[in-house]
């Protein structure tokens, strides 16, 4: 059996969306979400069963999250996108 690959998401505006569809592609694992506001932070990480966390800091500490889907307002992909990346994160981010 082929292992699967850890994904965060961050964002979860439009990354509830993410998180479905890793959910459900074969060979991915949803393991974290993260976002500033508690409101939707708390009911995604209990829905999708996965970790939850307020700080992109705290995420990339997380050594089960290899990818990270970043799905923020367009101004914060860049900053958040370096530091997943100097974290030695992959990185996919939403437009």
Same mark, same amino acid.
């Given at each position: #059996?082929?292992?699967?690959?850890?994904?965060?998401?961050? *964002?979860? *505006? #439009?990354?509830?969306?993410h998180c479905?569809?890793?959910? $459900? =592609?074969? *060979? =991915?694992?949803?393991v $974290?979400?993260?976002?500033?506001?508690?409101?939707?932070?708390r009911?995604?990480?209990?829905?999708?069963?996965?970790r =939850?966390?307020? $700080?992109?800091?705290?995420?990339?500490?997380?050594?089960?999250?290899?990818?990270?889907?970043?799905? %923020?307002?367009s *101004? %914060?992909?860049?900053?958040?996108?370096?530091?997943? @990346? $100097?974290?030695?994160?992959?990185?996919? @981010?939403?437009k």
């Amino acid at each position: #059996m082929p292992r699967e690959i850890g994904f965060a998401v961050v *964002g979860l *505006g #439009m990354g509830r969306h993410h998180c479905k569809a890793i959910q $459900a =592609a074969p *060979g =991915a694992r949803l393991v $974290a979400v993260c976002d500033l506001d508690e409101e939707r932070l708390r009911p995604a990480a209990q829905e999708y069963g996965c970790r =939850a966390y307020a $700080a992109v800091e705290e995420l990339l500490g997380d050594d089960q999250v290899e990818v990270v889907n970043i799905a %923020t307002p367009s *101004g %914060t992909h860049t900053a958040l996108g370096v530091r997943c @990346v $100097a974290a030695g994160k992959h990185l996919i @981010v939403e437009k």
